[in-house]
């Protein structure tokens, strides 16, 4: 079984700052891209942020500037940086990973189980 695990979700102050971290565990080989996104009731779920396994990153335009990611390969987590955050940031975010369980199975798409993020005016 492979498990993303996120924390680091709070309620914070606009302008203020929150560090997320995902974390996977169990049967995997390798991981490919891992990525933010985040959701708010009634909308859709929407990308924030990926990278790559050689740490290239790519960002939405809402949070460009603000936000950092980050990854550790040889702990299997990521990190995002959230600053100067505002009311519309306010979302669960959920973590997302392509991993092979295997050096012989295909690539699948992994989610956690997401953290909420609060950001009061």
């Known amino acids: 079984q492979v498990q993303l695990v996120e924390s680091g979700g709070d309620l914070v102050q606009a302008g203020g700052l929150l560090r997320l971290s995902c974390a996977a565990s169990?049967?995997?080989?390798?991981?490919?891209?891992m990525g933010w996104y985040r959701q708010v009731p009634g909308k859709q779920r929407e990308w924030v942020a990926d990278?790559?396994?050689?740490?290239?990153?790519n960002y939405a335009d809402s949070v460009k500037g603000r936000f950092t990611m980050s990854r550790d390969n040889a702990k299997n987590t990521v990190y995002l940086q959230m600053n100067n955050l505002k009311p519309e940031d306010t979302a669960v975010y959920y973590c997302?990973?392509?991993?092979?369980?295997?050096?012989?199975?295909?690539?699948?798409?992994?989610w956690g189980q997401g953290t909420q993020v609060t950001v009061s005016s």
């Open positions: 990278i790559t396994k050689g740490g290239r990153t």
């Open positions: 169990g049967s995997i080989f390798s991981i490919d891209v």
């Open positions: 997302n990973a392509v991993i092979e369980k295997t050096a012989w199975t295909p690539q699948y798409d992994y």
